[in-house]
């Protein structure tokens, strides 16, 4: 049984992400079942084409103490970015970069679309928001068309059913010309500082004594600098006897705990990667403990 949470942020004009990480490997008696990607059907869902390769990193002589974040470990997200072919058409009035638009499952179908909001080229009233999808109508390669579409990942976050959203139906309306979906890696993105990332954070959540207890948070940043978290969609806790000053394993991550003096100190390392694996063609991030959809200002955790 899943349970669904939901968060939305108020980021105006960010693509808020979010995804959850492993609290470890599962052994091959406890490997969870692969989301039904059939539940993704009438939405709109990011599509990914990796995450980035962990770097081995170390903290050495943290203080043990509570609230103390030990280790923050953080992923790229990756995913390919598209101008059109039609300098003109791709920007938008009044914008000196054009629009970026990005591969999405609208359905069971990938499309290209944007979040920017294209009024001039979709003749939708200001204000209302909508994903702006092209339209290829002849499966010739090239677009003649945009159709914006309100749909999102359908889920009631408090019963977990796909219940729908009430948009009302738009038209799609001719582009000017024609025009091809150009790859472009070096095109900047909207918000250039903008980057969703795996973010795993290992901190002290209790210290009592002779005991302490390891918090693991996963969650997703969209500033690569922040260590403030503002969601977080898988969390664990780890006791920890402090008499034991032998490294041991922590989640992803090697513990080493150290008493030089009257206060303990910790040294941690995250050599191994966190296991993140993506599904339904890249639009769900699976981990042993949670399913992530990642949609348009918004995002669907889904735990198991």
């Known amino acids: 049984m899943l349970t669904i949470f939901y968060h939305r942020y108020a980021r105006a004009g960010t693509l808020a992400l979010a995804v959850a990480a492993a609290m470890g490997p599962l052994s091959a008696q406890e490997q969870a079942p692969e989301f039904d990607c059939n539940r993704l059907n009438n939405s709109i869902a990011e599509i990914f084409t990796g995450i980035a390769e962990a770097q081995p990193m170390t903290a050495n002589n943290m203080q043990l103490k509570k609230g103390t974040a030990l280790l923050t470990d953080q992923r790229a997200l990756q995913y390919r970015k598209f101008r059109l072919s039609d300098d003109i058409i791709a920007t938008a009035p009044k914008k000196k970069n054009p629009t970026v638009f990005r591969e999405y499952m609208v359905g069971a179908e990938i499309h290209m679309c944007t979040p920017e909001k294209r009024t001039d080229l979709?003749?939708?009233?200001?204000?209302?928001?909508?994903?702006?999808?092209?339209?290829?109508?002849?499966?010739?390669g090239k677009y003649e068309a945009i159709i914006p579409t309100g749909q999102i990942v359908r889920y009631n976050r408090i019963t977990g059913k796909n219940v729908g959203y009430p948009y009302p139906p738009h038209p799609a309306r001719a582009l000017p010309a024609p025009v091809t979906a150009i790859e472009d890696a070096a095109m900047a993105v909207p918000?250039?500082?903008?980057?969703?990332?795996?973010?795993?954070?290992?901190?002290?959540a209790a210290l009592d004594g002779d005991a302490a207890t390891i918090r693991i948070n996963a969650a997703v940043s969209m500033l690569p600098k922040e260590d403030r978290f503002e969601s977080w969609a898988d969390s664990e806790t780890v006791p920890v006897a402090l008499s034991d000053a032998s490294a041991r394993q922590i989640g992803a991550a090697s513990l080493t705990l150290s008493k030089p003096g009257k206060k303990w100190l910790a040294t941690v390392s995250s050599a191994q990667p966190t296991p993140v694996t993506l599904q339904c063609d890249g639009t769900v991030i699976a981990l042993p403990q949670s399913y992530t959809i990642l949609y348009p200002m918004g995002q669907a955790v889904l735990k198991r």
Do not use: F, I
């Open 191 to 204: 918000g250039p500082d903008l980057q969703p990332h795996v973010n795993v954070r290992y901190s002290v």
């Open 122 to 140: 979709t003749g939708e009233p200001k204000g209302r928001y909508r994903m702006n999808c092209l339209v290829d109508a002849d499966d010739d």
